[in-house]
């Protein structure tokens, strides 16, 4: 059997978890419940849709408003079950999908027959929780000033390994560094040369130099795109394209190469459009910043208006909340927050910041949206370019003659309508023609009026932008009793969280979003430099020092160093808020050039490395493996791609992506970076899919990490797999060390004495093509654990 085969094939099979298996929760449960539930359900997400949380197992045991979700041993009770095979059309799961494929409904099947198991547990035992109110959330951490504290990292980190009785890990060689170095700051691998030449004295300017490439925009930019929950289409139930939101992603790239400052930066994305800009190319850049605010997803068939304006506003609070706070202000919309002290007139006085805001997405009225989004108009830029699609000036003048056509359609039905009102003619015979008139009528209007939104007269494309503009009208929000619009309590004047501390006045000619922004990264808010620099430890480190890095509350993680924590937060804010100087000062930490080494000893006493022993051993991201293999396969395409292949699909619908012909059936096909590929909610690259690439629906500083069956058959039977480890063979089939070289590729090392012999034997495996051998060879290679992990 070839190499690849054995290697794919043992991850697959070796081992296999029965149902009563934790192993078998991980593999087959837990994956399903996180791509198809825990946008709903769950603490990272903010939301319990029927009072029911799944991501927990005390959560999906006691179940929501209609009882347990899973009952141990009884399929019959468990209403989990019975909501995912859609057999109560009153508890379909997910909503408004289709049901789930028959080999996943019996998995949860026989999960829940042999006992359910589930290893999780929640981060704070509900039983623990102190009551939350404005004095205990006062004096809890993460809401109270950073400290200063003399020292270093390493000192903080030693200190803390001392207390304990532990050593840290001897440093880790210079080709292992190197490697960590070139995948954490620009996610591609070191050239064979570049490994060959580096040494120990080189590490400052080899760090330096990494930072400075246009590369680590696009790595760390990413990061950043996966807390902004960037998407390029809408998902739930309308799924409609967003053609400019490629913008928004250029912007982020530029702004992480540029080092603008991290409290600029946000200010940029929640008030751009506010702030003064020198020239036209300054405008728009900040009037595409705000498309932060504008990529979320929204209920677009929702009819009711001032609930479609209740729900952008609540999903814009969640973002930005968890992203700049690490705390959800969101789940106080319907009572005061159960585990944070955030009160419901919290909630709404932020709320009242966001519906003085107009959201521009750029969707138009159709059979799946009810709401046009509209676009900004951008000065002194040119517009999108779309290949083959152009309007001529002819089109746009007959766009324009139809457009008065249909407005005088309904102005003529709407006459009659009224006319027979007046005249007490009873005409309810001709209800459904009336209606059906309508309704053509808006339909064909407003995508009419999308078209001509899109163009100048001669059929020229605008440069337009998702984002945000205050809105005419400035006004607080109510208070509305469970969250329920046709029930007004009383109006809530805009403002901040109480438990923060800030009174500052909200302006009564704008919507306050500036003085919210200002707000959120000042030297007076506890939290965003902390929550900053915990999300860039994590990315390095591996664990977050607050592990829960989008849940810095009373229900998420204590802090394992608090007072390292705090030195971060306090050194990025008094070093101009610089992510680079950030980064710069952990990669040439001791802590981050330590050996991953296992040490029994360690691990009896710290079996989760919190206290960081040893480097944490870490699996590539989905976008490094798939960039590491265009880029030792020799093909990889640096440059940026103008637009986004979502801008170039014929009309706005992605619901039935089957039916697109310019998508390609794996979403790729391209020889640039990941971070280029469209980003279609509920459809994404099957190479980033299958290795935890982050949902794009959530808010997300902590993607998943697993290990399934299905990462092992797509390096086995996938084609960019097989086209790469093709390109691969070509690259060294003529050299007279082919298997040296491809280790030096892949590994930056030379193969050691058995692996050369059993490549070398392989490759000369009895009559076979000896190419196709080759590339079965370098495929192996890329389906190794060695090429998916950092060292």
Known sequence: MKPALCLVLFCCCAGAALPEDAAFFEAKIRPVLVRHCY???????????????????????????????????????????????????????????????????????????????????????????????????????????????????????????????????????????????????????PTPEQAAAFSMDQLEATVDGLLNSPRFGERWGRHWLDVARYAESNGRESNLTFPHAWRYRDYVIDAVNADVPFDRFIIEQ?????????????????????????????????????????????????????????????????????????????????????????????????????????????????????????????????????????????????????????????????????????????????GIEGQLETVDEQGHALPLCMGVQDAKSIQDSQLYDRGEIARPVKSVPRGFPKVMGSGAAMPEEHSGRLELARWLVSRENPLAARVMANRVWRHLLGAGIVRTVDNFGFSGERPSHPELLDYLALRFMDGGWSVKKLIKEMVMSEAYRQASTYRSESFEKDPDNRLLWRANKRRLDAEVIRDSMLAVAGVLDTSRRPGSLVAELDGQSVSLIGFNAKLPSDLDGSKRRSVYLPVLRDHLPDVLEQFDVANPNLVTGNRDVTNVPLQALYLLNGPFVQEQAEALAKRIQSSPERVQAAFQFCFNRQPDAGELALSEKFLHTGAQDGFKLLQAFCQSLFASAEFRFAD
């Open 39 to 189: 946008e709903c359900h769950s603490l990272k997400s903010g939301k319990a849709k029927g009072g029911l949380m799944l991501d927990t197992r005390q959560g999906i045991r006691v179940g929501g408003d209609t009882g347990p979700a899973v009952v141990p041993g009884e399929s019959a009770k468990s209403l989990l079950l019975s909501a995912i095979k859609h057999s109560d059309p009153d508890l379909e799961m997910p909503p408004k999908k289709p049901r789930l494929p028959e080999l996943v409904i019996a998995d949860f099947e026989a999960w829940i027959k042999a006992g359910a198991a589930d290893p999780r547990e929640s981060a704070i035992n509900a039983a623990e929780r102190p009551p939350v109110d404005l004095e205990s959330g006062g004096n809890f951490w993460s809401y109270q000033k950073p400290r200063a504290a003399g020292g270093t990292i390493d000192g903080f980190i030693q200190a803390k390994l001392k207390e304990n009785g532990l050593e840290p890990a001897p440093v880790a060689e210079p080709v292992i560094i190197l490697r960590r170095l070139y995948f954490d700051l620009i996610g591609l691998p």
């Open 270 to 446: 929640i008030a751009g459009d506010l702030l003064p800009a020198q020239g036209d190319a300054e405008r728009a850049r900040l009037l595409i910043a705000t498309g932060f605010l504008a990529l979320g997803p929204k209920g677009l068939n929702e009819m009711n208006k001032a609930q479609f304006a209740a729900d952008v506003a609540d999903e814009q609070i969640d973002a930005v909340t968890r992203a700049v706070l690490a705390s959800s202000i969101a789940c106080a919309r319907c009572h005061d927050h159960k585990t944070e002290p955030f009160s419901m007139e919290d909630y709404y006085a932020l709320a009242g910041i966001f519906k003085s805001t107009q959201t521009f997405y750029g969707n138009w009225i159709d059979s799946e949206n009810n709401n046009h989004g509209h676009l900004i108009r951008l000065p002194g830029l040119p517009g999108q370019v779309i290949p083959n699609r152009p309007l001529s000036a002819d089109r746009v003048r007959q766009l324009k003659e139809d457009l008065v056509r249909l407005q005088a359609e309904e102005k003529a039905q709407n006459e009659y309508v009224a006319k027979a009102k007046a005249d007490g003619r009873d005409i309810s015979g001709e209800y459904h023609r009336i209606l059906a008139t309508a309704i053509r009528i808006l339909w064909n209007r407003g």
